[in-house]
């Protein structure tokens, strides 16, 4: 499946918030617990995030992207400054999945997101809530140094959602990477 990014700069506004080696290991995680299921994820489109939207502070913020995300194809993630908890004020996430204006689904990732935060995102993203079990992905608790994993239930769910989005069209298949030689 394609993923969309839209990337805020840093406040001097000179470069993103996250460089493209930071956005590829986010990729490399999640196709590693996500691609033994059938479901893959590839880069393929990037704009720039506006700069009234790169901090999030409330769910108005939040829903303020819904009209930034793509038509239906592509997963859309955003790559913020700061994500503040909208229930916890004065706390800030790593991710979100969020569910914007019209039913619109979409990801949003803080600069400070460690290496398997878009593969958490897209389990809730393909219908898979949180768990209290350490080191599985959908849990917050981890044991440092040891991967995240998915369990058979949410491997099948995974595999029921990647389905339905490509049965739908909510998502396309775009294939592999073109090559130009």
């Known amino acids: 499946f394609g993923l969309s990014f839209t990337i805020a700069t840093q406040e ?10 930071w956005v590829y290991a986010q990729i490399a995680e999640a196709n590693r617990l996500f691609q033994p299921l059938g479901t893959r994820f590839r880069w393929v489109y990037e704009k720039a995030l506006p700069d009234a939207n790169a901090s999030m502070h409330t769910r108005a913020d939040r829903d303020a992207l819904t009209p930034l995300t793509e038509k239906n194809g592509f997963v859309d ?15 800030y996430r790593r991710g979100v999945c969020w569910t914007g204006r019209g039913g619109k689904r979409f990801i949003i990732l803080s600069q400070i997101a460690g290496v398997s935060v878009l593969a958490h995102e897209l389990g809730h993203f393909f219908g898979n809530p949180h ?47 073109f090559r130009f030689f």
């Open 12 to 21: 001097s506004g000179d470069a993103h918030v996250v460089d493209d080696a």
């Open 77 to 91: 993630v955003f790559l913020v400054r700061e994500l503040e908890d909208v229930d916890d004020p004065g706390t």
């Open 131 to 177: 768990v209290a079990v350490t080191d599985n992905l959908m849990s917050y608790s981890r044991t440092p140094g040891t991967l995240p994993f998915l369990d058979d239930e949410q491997k099948a769910r995974i595999q029921s959602f990647s389905a339905r989005f490509l049965g739908s069209g909510r998502l396309v298949d775009v294939g592999p990477p």
